[in-house]
């Protein structure tokens, strides 16, 4: 595949808080483009590797912080699906705490949603994207559903999520998070429920998916 004969791929950028439900709005617009090539790329898949530090470094990383991210390297295979060239996504293991061996080849396609609590935070990441969208939702429904989260899929404990979150995940979104709202086209109220919402995107996407074939 070239860029020379595809059109360029649509990238919607989706953000909010860690807990508010962004992984439910890109899973629902997912799920919506039926017909249409699809790829969605998470933000937590390019956490630094830190094989470098120790163990007991690690957990003490504040992950919720720009510097914790490759942004780097998603820019710039981000840049390279665009121009239709396939790209190795790294594979972070949350238990230790850095990235892992593994990898996940993936081939370009016509519509790439990105996720993460700060891919609007990075200008040259932005620039990038068609559409950008912030899931905004109450803190306290926020900190239930990532202790949820992190207990059942991550294997931490209950102490962990909650000094975690009060430490650094709380005082990170109101410094780094939630200002990127202003950035946002569209701000979705309480995640993947919001049906009303997620069917405006998706006709959304559709119009620019169109007008994006006529164009080419």
């Known amino acids: 595949m070239s860029a020379a004969t595809h059109k360029r791929p649509v990238i919607i950028g989706v953000t909010g808080g860690s807990g508010s439900g962004k992984t439910s709005v890109s899973r629902a617009i997912f799920d919506s483009l039926n017909g249409h090539s699809l790829l969605m790329i998470q933000e937590d898949s390019y ?22 991210f490759d942004t780097d390297l ?12 396939a790209i190795d996504i790294p594979v972070y293991d949350y238990v230790q705490h ?6 996940v080849h993936v081939e370009p396609k016509e519509v790439i949603i990105v996720e993460g609590i700060l891919v609007l935070n ?19 429904i926020r900190i239930i559903r990532r202790i949820q989260r992190d207990i059942e899929e991550r294997g931490r404990s209950l102490q962990s999520v909650i000094d975690q979150y009060l430490s650094t995940v709380k005082p990170m979104y109101h410094q780094f998070i939630e200002p990127t709202k202003r950035y ?6 309480e995640g993947g429920e919001n049906q009303v919402a997620i069917d405006i995107l998706v006709t959304k996407v559709r119009d620019i998916i169109s007008k994006t074939n006529v164009n080419d």
């Open 47 to 68: 956490y630094k590797n830190q094989d470098d530090i120790s163990f007991d470094e690690r957990v003490k990383v504040n992950y919720d912080h720009p510097n914790a």
């Open 74 to 85: 998603l820019i710039e295979q981000l840049g390279d699906l665009l121009e239709w060239k």
């Open 98 to 103: 850095t990235r892992s061996k593994q990898t």
């Open 122 to 140: 990075d200008p040259r990441l932005r620039d990038l994207m068609d559409i950008k969208i912030f899931v905004d939702t109450d803190d306290d």
């Open 184 to 189: 946002a086209d569209i701000i979705v109220p």
